[in-house]
């Protein structure tokens, strides 16, 4: 089941080579014209088009954490986890109305910049810091161990030498800088989306089969009937996967921390439109939004064709290697069934994604590490070519501190998408109270931004050990506790997240009204006409809208 044929291993070269030769030929283009300047190097300035923007988005976004996390997710909880995906495409039109002209007006170049401009130097530095253990202990391990998982599990290969192959392969892109990880992520976001759909339509051509039928649109009416309870977009209180996903306040609560953060005050995500102009910008974000509609039917709908497979018995124990059920082996199966050949492109799909994703974290951290500490506070008369030379340093760093460290944090223990999500959990709320107050009340201080960092922080952990010492089940009538199946009540972490995030923007407040106006921080340049948008902008919007309007009145 496992075998990865000659015309398997031909397909994967092949794609290895096409983007190796267009990375190289973008390298020696961009050294040409632009020599080793720095804000090229870490923010392609000015040479990334609408539609390398976008798609160097999701292929950054788009990574092993959605191909095995979520398709797990997919197989345990049923297209309601989509709300992480469909919600994005919502937020990246918020984020490009409002939050991309605050930066690109005020020439901000990195988040720690932003912070530094308007709260001063210790809250930026104190997040620099933060960010970039967040990036390589959290993130860059996650991404590396649960792609070399799947590949593991694909090709019969150990996870160590995966894990090396995925590094090396994220290190040479990043090496070349942002213009080349841009536009190499136009071939990996193609060659993901086709070998997604490719997988998505061969799983649910093997659910048709299941009724004696072909073809995937069979298998997805089969999928309905054999699985039609894993279609609920919005979950009612008594299903036991509402402690992930808690029914309405998903949509009106806490998803909306986890997306405004992710994609308007993360790093290496907007990284990708801050060196271009404000029209370029928002178009990349906008063919982001409509990419990411495409993600659910990729990522998720193979996870529900899994489940319905191996209730039927056809997987076997593929899902129970150890005879214990592991949902984020739904989509690794699932490779491991596909004909020679498109077992290759699927591969390579899996693999563009974890690769993409890799190196667009580790440019991010290279780029916080040079510009904000390095530049910052070891060497502020550092020259172009020297800051160049410590972002490489740091990229070779961090990937191998990310490969050390991953085996040994139980990732796959607790599932990829929920080791992601909780522990960033923990800090999302104070981070996006700090910037939205930053952006728009100009009265915020350096001592509100401090106790969002540390503030939001604390709250979190203490709301996470909360049931451990204290019975929460009065808060059950409200929807904001659930039992755990012990009888313990504990608070789902999206509202959790909800509760911090509102608790800190009060304490802020408050806090700011006590306290003294800072001298060394400066007020952000904003006014109303930022936030005007074009009538192409406006109306592709609009049909995002409508069409998130129609998928949730279809199948709420």
């Known amino acids: 089941m496992n075998h990865f044929s000659t015309l398997d291993t031909i397909v994967f070269l092949v794609y290895f080579v096409i983007v190796a030769a267009y990375g190289i030929s973008v390298y020696r283009r961009k050294s040409a014209t632009s020599g080793q300047a720095s804000h090229d190097y870490f923010l392609a300035e000015g040479s990334l088009t609408w539609w390398a923007i976008g798609a160097s988005l999701i292929a950054s976004n788009i990574s092993a954490e959605q191909f095995i996390g979520m398709s797990g997710s997919g197989y345990k909880i049923g297209m309601a986890i989509a709300v992480y995906e469909l919600m994005a495409a919502a937020t990246l039109i918020i984020v490009a109305v409002f939050f991309m002209p605050v930066y690109l007006k005020n020439r901000i170049y990195t988040m720690p910049q932003f912070l530094e401009r308007r709260y001063g130097k210790t809250v930026a530095t104190t997040m620099a810091l933060f960010w970039l253990g967040l990036y390589v202990v959290v993130n860059l391990t996650s991404i590396l161990y649960l792609g070399a998982l799947a590949i593991s599990s694909v090709a019969g290969l150990d996870v160590f030498p995966c894990m090396l192959f995925l590094a090396v392969c994220a290190a040479i892109i990043t090496l070349g800088g942002m213009k080349v990880i841009g536009y190499t992520d136009v071939i990996q976001v193609l060659c993901l989306i086709i070998g997604g759909l490719v997988t998505t339509w061969i799983a649910l051509d093997l659910v048709a089969t299941l009724g004696g039928k072909n073809g995937a649109f069979a298998g997805a009416s089969e999928l309905f009937v054999r699985a039609g309870e894993h279609f609920d977009m919005v979950l009612a209180r008594d299903n036991p996967n509402y402690m992930d996903l808690p029914g309405l306040t998903t949509l009106i609560g806490g998803m909306w921390i986890v997306n405004l953060n992710y994609w308007g005050c993360n790093q290496y995500i907007t990284q990708r439109a801050l060196g271009a102009d404000l029209p370029t910008a928002r178009k990349g974000l906008l063919f982001a939004a409509f990419l990411k509609l495409l993600m659910p039917v990729i990522v998720v709908l193979p996870g ?253």
């Open 304 to 556: 529900i064709a899994a489940f319905a497979l191996d209730k039927s018995g056809a997987l076997g124990d593929a899902m129970r290697p150890n005879g214990e059920l592991n949902p984020d082996r739904a989509y690794p199966v699932l490779l491991a069934m596909l004909p020679a050949g498109i077992k290759g492109i699927a591969f390579a799909a899996l693999t563009a994604a974890v690769v993409a994703s890799l190196a667009g974290k580790a440019n991010s951290i290279a780029t916080i590490f040079t510009l904000d500490i390095y530049k910052q506070h070891f060497n502020k008369s550092a020259t172009e070519q020297k800051q160049v030379w410590i972002g490489r340093v740091s990229v070779v760093i961090a990937i191998g501190l990310a490969v050390l460290i991953a085996p040994f944090l139980g990732i796959d223990k607790k599932g990829g998408f929920a080791y992601i999500q909780e522990y960033t959990g923990f800090v999302s709320p104070g981070i996006l109270a700090m910037f939205l107050l930053g952006f728009f009340w100009k009265k915020t201080t350096h001592a509100a931004a401090m106790f969002a960092t540390v503030g939001g922080l604390i709250l979190s952990v203490v709301l996470k050990f909360l049931p451990d010492f204290m019975n929460l089940a009065f808060l059950s009538p409200i929807g904001f506790s659930v039992d755990n199946g012990k009888g313990v009540y504990e608070i789902p972490f999206l509202d959790r997240m909800f509760i911090v995030f509102w608790v800190v923007v009060a304490g802020m407040v408050l806090i700011s009204k006590l306290s003294a106006v800072d001298g060394e921080a400066k007020r952000m340049i904003i006014d109303r006409s930022l936030f005007k948008v074009d009538r192409g902008f406006a109306l592709g919007s609009a049909v995002i809208a409508v069409l998130l309007i129609i998928v949730y009145a279809a199948w709420w």
